[in-house]
């Protein structure tokens, strides 16, 4: 994964952001170890990179200005840069993807822990010039091909079996395993897959 040039750069420019705690987190990274799990080109599939931070200040200003930074910091990248602060998921989930909204995050790795299934639970950072990995659910299913629902995600089925379909149509070799009445979303805590 972090020998991607998007990867790289991105983790390379990030901290210009000045954003305090952030990571690149989900397709860019699962999809890049896809793409060298199955021997595709780099970059295939891909069409964004989500980069999390946390600002304490939930506006709407502040969150803008920190994207509008990172407009002219990412402008080169072959794929565009979507940052978020994590700290207002709350206040537009429900209205994005018609579920409850999760209850306020305390920190990026807790919407990490809430991604829709456990391949795309993984974030990285760069701590004193070397990078840092979340995975709360271990890297068994990423490097499996594997795709399952994340009990704790708020995410509606619709919205885990859209992505499972879409992925699935980039690399067949995924095994997706089907959303199950149980996993209703919410409930209970990620650490039920943790390996």
């Not at 980069?51 to 509008?68: G, H, K, Q």
Request: proline fraction near 11%; include cysteine.
């Amino acid at each position: 994964m972090l020998g991607d040039p998007t990867v790289a750069a991105v983790l390379e420019r990030a901290p210009a952001l000045g954003a305090g705690e952030w990571w690149l987190t989900a397709g860019l990274l699962f999809q890049t170890a896809w793409n060298g799990l199955t021997g595709r080109p780099p970059g295939t599939g891909i069409r964004d990179a989500d980069l999390s931070y946390w600002d304490d200040d939930p506006s709407w200003d502040a969150e803008d200005a920190v994207i509008r930074r990172g407009a002219e910091l990412f402008a080169d990248l072959a794929v565009p840069v979507e940052i978020r602060n994590q700290a207002r998921v709350h206040l537009w989930y429900a209205g994005r993807f018609g579920a409850a909204p999760p209850a306020p995050f305390r920190s990026c790795t807790d919407a990490v822990d809430v991604f829709a299934a456990p391949c795309c639970a993984v974030a990285v950072t760069v701590e004193d010039g070397r990078p840092r990995l979340y995975a709360p659910f271990g890297l068994g299913d990423l490097l499996g091909l594997v795709v399952r629902p994340n009990p704790a995600s708020p995410a509606p089925r619709e919205v885990y079996e859209a992505k499972a379909a879409r992925w699935r149509s980039v690399w067949p070799e995924l095994t997706v395993l089907p959303w199950t009445p149980g996993n209703p979303g919410g409930r209970p805590a990620p650490s039920t897959y943790r390996g």
